[in-house]
């Protein structure tokens, strides 16, 4: 399976009064970069996360947003704290007692002071917060990851056309090849015969020539690996997984073995068969960017 490394996927789920949702969206990268926002309340679970998400994800840069809201009526409770309270009233009677004034702090104002009375959260069972986020999780990235396989099944159709048309290109220029040579001969021998006269034409020394032509705008081992090129990358994309940068290095590969044809050849038909071969590179080398 060919996968893209842009894709979006979403979880909104409820377990016990616990409200979870998780969206992962990602565009691509050369490596796997995850970023996480998270409420604050769940920042020890990031690594987690980021585990959890490298069984499904191998590349790409990846953002993932995690909201959560506790249903329950019960999330907080007041605690006192008695030996605070303690501390101010023994203060509170020293002090009326040193600079005679009144003592009139009731229990109602002793309660306003600070730390006497505090909101906490309720204990969470953190393994069981977990079980629920990573089931929350999961299921986001697999919607994720069917979103990838699904364009990636896109890209994959798409490269194989082109490869097809490019192995036709490959094809042109190698039948071509040979009629260049006896072209070549052809107008070489013209011009000897017009420059001779009526001269015996020496055909050694032709042959000769033609030869050492035939040596500077040879082709066919370019013709060999670009096919080879071709069919590899057809194979690979047929296997599937994450080959995303080996495609991109036969792809390099391929441009380098155009970019020689045309710098070899002298043909117009060739030069601009091998510049739509070297353009239909260009489009598969831009395309093999977004697979995983």
């Keep these: ?94 002090i009326s007692e040193e600079f005679g004034l009144e003592n009139d702090v009731g229990a109602s104002g002793l309660a306003r002071f600070p730390e006497v009375l505090t909101m906490e959260e309720t204990g969470v069972d953190e393994e069981e917060l977990w079980k629920e986020l990573q089931k929350a999780a999961a299921q986001a990235a697999k919607v994720f ?23 036709g290109m490959v094809n042109f220029i190698e039948e071509r090849s040979p009629q260049i040579m006896a072209d070549y001969r052809r107008r070489l021998e013209e011009r000897v015969r017009e420059l001779l006269s009526d001269a015996a034409v020496d055909e050694a020394r032709l042959l000769t020539e033609v030869t050492v032509y035939a040596d500077k705008v040879c082709v066919d081992e370019e013709i060999v690996r670009l096919r080879s090129h071709i069919e590899t990358t057809k194979n690979t994309l047929r296997e599937g997984g994450a080959v995303g940068r080996k495609l991109d290095f036969i792809a390099q590969e391929m441009n380098r073995e155009a970019n020689t ?20 590179i260009e489009k598969v080398r831009e395309q093999i960017q977004n697979i995983e």
């Design 1 to 94: 399976m060919i996968k893209s490394m842009t894709g979006f996927g979403r979880c909104e789920a409820v377990w016990n009064n616990r409200k979870f949702t998780v969206e992962i969206k990602a565009v691509n990268h050369r490596y796997l970069d995850v970023n996480v926002k998270m409420p604050k309340t769940l920042y020890f679970f990031e690594s987690a996360i980021r585990s959890e998400l490298k069984k499904y994800i191998s590349r790409g840069k990846v953002d993932v947003f995690v909201g959560y809201e506790d249903l329950s009526e019960k999330t907080s409770a007041v605690r006192y704290h008695r030996e605070l309270a303690g501390e101010y009233l023994k203060y509170l009677r020293q």
């Design 145 to 167: 990851v069917d979103a990838r396989a699904e364009e990636g099944e896109h890209l994959k159709r798409d490269l194989l056309e082109k490869l097809d048309g490019m192995l």
């Design 261 to 280: 044809i045309l710098s070899k050849t002298s043909d117009l038909e060739i030069s601009n068969r091998a510049i739509d071969l070297k353009t239909e």
